[in-house]
């Protein structure tokens, strides 16, 4: 059975960076089956999606941590009422992307439900998809939902328009080869790995690579400038770039293009740098979803320690710092990087 034949459909993804890469496969799918995609999404989402050619219109939501009760927004929620749109789908099954996708006046109003959904959310919805496979990459999942509703397609990936003008800066502005590096988290300071154990990881990784150059960027808040700095202060080395002030998404994902190698944390940055086809290395803590967020295939090194904390659902670390992640070695790190610098250069 194929999809209902919807002409206008309203992606809701109140989500962020990574949340919104995971998401694009289902989106092109949804377009590539006939349908004019908007998309009701935060201001990351919206700068990111302004690069993917099938997506018609964005909906901006400004939401931060923590974020403002859904009612805030009802004058966007209103204005999308008025679009009689023929469907509204949430891929993610958070209460307020329910919520959203409920009450956006859609013939159609289909969810994804995540078990732990409250019935005012799912109050409006005309049909619910179950609890994905956790285990299948996130934009598996996602895709998942769609055959749910009939859809018979293959997975058509990402796409991006980046600008030749964006292209060419970022190929200006670092010689090749570089690593990128991402050493914050925006979504915990526990999801970060101690500074002191990235400087010694760059010093091994240059011993062996000393061409390589090492470029750094952050979202340009005052913690992570402040990590940035501290990073620069350790390393004590002219092959290490910072970039301080946040980039366009454009820009961005030009610089990421143009790497040899992303080397970071489980972050919305390593999402970004997977579905641009960059090999990755990736520092993760355990937890029961990690299998569907972490990347996977030959181009992909993780890096996994168990995290009591998730374990136990309790937080045992204190002072911001991630006794699970601290565990992994600048060793291992170095030797990850290495690997993945030296196959790099064999396949290029």
């Known amino acids: 059975m194929p999809l209902p ?16 890469v995971h998401s694009i496969p289902a989106i092109r799918a949804l ?29 901006t939501i400004p939401l931060r941590k923590p974020s403002p009760p859904p009612w805030r927004h009802l004058s966007t929620l209103l204005a999308i009422r008025a679009e009689k749109y023929d469907a509204a789908i949430s891929f993610a099954g958070s209460d307020r992307n329910l919520f959203c996708t409920g009450w956006s006046g859609a013939r159609d109003r289909v969810a994804h439900l995540t078990g732990r959904n409250s019935w005012p959310a799912k109050w409006r919805l005309t049909q619910t998809v179950s609890r994905r496979d956790r285990a299948q990459p996130v934009f598996e999942q996602r895709l998942s939902v769609l055959r749910d509703l009939g859809w018979e397609g293959g997975n058509p990936g990402w796409a991006w328009e980046i600008s030749p003008e964006d292209a060419a800066w970022a190929k200006s502005q670092v010689p090749s080869p570089f690593l990128h590096l991402s050493i914050s988290a925006a979504s915990s300071p526990l999801n970060e790995w101690p500074l002191d154990a990235w400087s010694d990881t760059l010093h091994q990784v240059w011993k062996k690579s000393p061409q390589t150059r090492v ?9 992570e400038i402040a990590r940035q700095a501290d990073l620069l202060s350790l390393v004590q080395d002219e092959r290490i770039q910072n970039f301080f002030d946040p980039l366009s998404m454009s820009r961005f994902a030009a610089l990421l293009k143009a790497t040899k190698l992303h080397v970071g944390l489980d972050s919305g940055v390593l999402h970004l740098a997977m ?17 569907g967020w972490a990347p996977r295939g030959a181009d992909h090194q993780l890096l996994i320690r168990a995290c009591e904390c998730n374990a136990s659902a309790e ?21 990850a990087v290495l690997t993945n610098l030296t196959s790099s250069r064999a396949s290029g």
């Open 275 to 291: 579905a641009l086809g960059k090999p990755t290395v990736s520092l993760f803590r355990e937890s029961v979803g990690r299998p």
């Open 315 to 335: 937080q045992k670390c204190s002072g911001g710092r991630a006794i699970c992640l601290s565990q992994i070695s600048s060793d291992e790190v170095a030797r």
């Open 215 to 223: 470029v750094v960027t952050g979202s340009g808040s005052q913690r």
């Open 5 to 20: 034949s919807w002409k206008k459909v309203l992606v809701v993804d109140l989500g962020f960076l990574g949340d919104t």
């Open 31 to 59: 377009a590539q089956s006939g349908a004019l995609v908007d998309v009701m999404t935060t201001p990351v989402g919206a700068e990111l999606l302004g690069l993917v050619p099938e997506v018609n219109r964005c909906w």
